[in-house]
């Protein structure tokens, strides 16, 4: 006998592992190394053969429905990782699996085929992943479930609210000296001021955040490379632990770690990676990348209230430069839903009324200042 609220349910499940099924797929097409992209035709598999489970509740419910295709978000996220690679959009994708990983606790139906342990470990291996600029290696895949690391930044959620910080506040900017009636193109000389010192700001802060890193990791790597050439026994023996902590036997372990330090360059190697959390090859990035990156994404997010006031003057601009910012912040809240899963009208709305709001509440400043200034 059908029951709807079941059937609503089975057909929740149904989408969300026909996302994941594609999303997994996605990336094993987008993957360099055989291992992991391996590893995600895996979970892409695992994730089809729930679907098919959810599939046939339907139809034993002789419920009607449409089989279900990729979300709207989910294809966004697979462009993007064709694009930018797996790693690009990894972060997000560990985020949604550890949010989703007890979706299934409360399910009779998922629990008694062991759907709901599936998604732990899907969890737990994405965790692990995104947690390394190179993704799994070696044992890593097969001993890593019960290690729970989360991941490292988010380029996506980084780009987006980038380009956030410089249309709220070039928005705000700008109403603000429209408020205060600066004559001729005061407010557009305001915006740009305040689009190139925001712009230089994000990239100084980037620049300092990141050179700052990696004279801590290079500082970190020396002690280590020291600690390696006067104690060589003892850092094999810390090696070892460390894979004794991912779940390997003891005499396996050591075996493994005995055989890394025959080699000191890939023994320092394995002891960043392992122990410090650091790619000795990229040390946290480069710090110019990240200064560039910033300063563009700030100024590409403040252009867009800024260009009308470069055609037109008084309310014709103010209008305009509203109207294209509001619609510039309903997109910024719509991208933040691929990292959220939320509405996508939902998260759009609320960021036009946050926008708006401090855009007509610096209006106002700018209006008083005006008014008291001129008389």
């Given at each position: 006998m059908t029951n709807p609220t079941e059937n609503s349910r089975y057909l929740v499940n149904l989408q969300k592992e026909t996302d994941g099924a594609f999303l997994y797929l996605a990336l094993a097409e987008s993957e360099k190394q055989p291992k992991m992209a391996e590893l995600y035709r895996r979970l892409s598999a695992s994730e089809v053969k729930h679907a098919k489970a959810w599939e046939k509740r339907l139809i034993d419910s002789k419920a009607k429905y449409?089989?279900?295709?990729?979300?709207?978000?989910?294809r966004i996220l697979a462009i993007l990782a064709k694009r930018f690679g797996p790693q690009f959009i990894l972060p997000t994708l560990t985020s949604n699996e550890q949010a989703d990983s007890r979706a299934y606790d409360n399910q009779p139906e998922a629990e008694s085929t062991a759907m709901s342990a599936d998604e732990k470990s899907h969890a737990l291996l994405l965790s692990a992943a995104s947690d390394r600029s190179t993704g799994l290696a070696g044992a890593d895949v097969a001993q890593m479930e019960g290690r729970h690391r989360l991941g490292g930044g988010n380029a996506l959620?980084?780009?987006?609210?980038?380009?956030?910080?410089?249309?709220?506040?070039v928005l705000s900017l700008t109403m603000g000296a429209a408020g205060a009636n600066l004559p001729g193109h005061g407010v557009l000389i305001t915006g740009i001021a305040g689009l190139l010192a925001g712009s230089s700001s994000m990239a100084l802060g980037e620049w300092l955040s990141v050179q700052s890193s990696r004279e801590l990791y290079q500082r970190q790597i020396?002690?280590?490379?020291?600690?390696?050439?006067?104690?060589?026994?003892?850092?094999?023996?810390?090696?070892a632990l460390i894979y004794e902590g991912k779940g390997l036997p003891i005499e396996r372990a050591r075996e493994l770690a005995a055989?890394?330090?025959?080699?000191?360059?890939?023994?320092?190697?394995?002891?960043?990676?392992?122990?410090?959390?650091?790619?000795?090859?990229?040390l946290g990035g480069s710090?110019?990348?990240?200064?560039?990156?910033?300063?563009f994404l700030f100024a590409s997010g403040a252009?867009?209230?800024?260009?009308?006031?470069?055609?037109?003057?008084?309310i014709p601009a103010v209008v305009?430069?509203?109207?294209?910012?509001?619609?510039?912040?309903?997109?910024?809240g719509a991208a933040i839903t691929l990292l959220t899963g939320k509405s996508v009208w939902v998260s759009g709305t609320r960021q036009v009324v946050i926008g708006i709001l401090a855009a007509v509440l610096v209006f106002g400043v700018g209006r008083l200042i005006g008014v008291s200034v001129g008389g």
């Open positions: 449409s089989r279900p295709k990729p979300s709207g978000r989910a959620r980084a780009a987006v609210l980038g380009a956030n910080d410089g249309l709220v506040s020396s002690i280590e490379t020291q600690e390696i050439a006067d104690h060589p026994e003892e850092e094999q023996e810390e090696l055989h890394i330090t025959k080699d000191k360059g890939n023994l320092l190697d394995t002891l960043a990676r392992e122990e410090l959390g650091i790619d000795p090859k990229e710090p110019w990348e990240a200064a560039v990156t910033s300063f252009f867009i209230p800024l260009f009308p006031y470069i055609f037109l003057k008084g305009t430069s509203l109207s294209v910012g509001a619609l510039a912040l309903f997109l910024t």
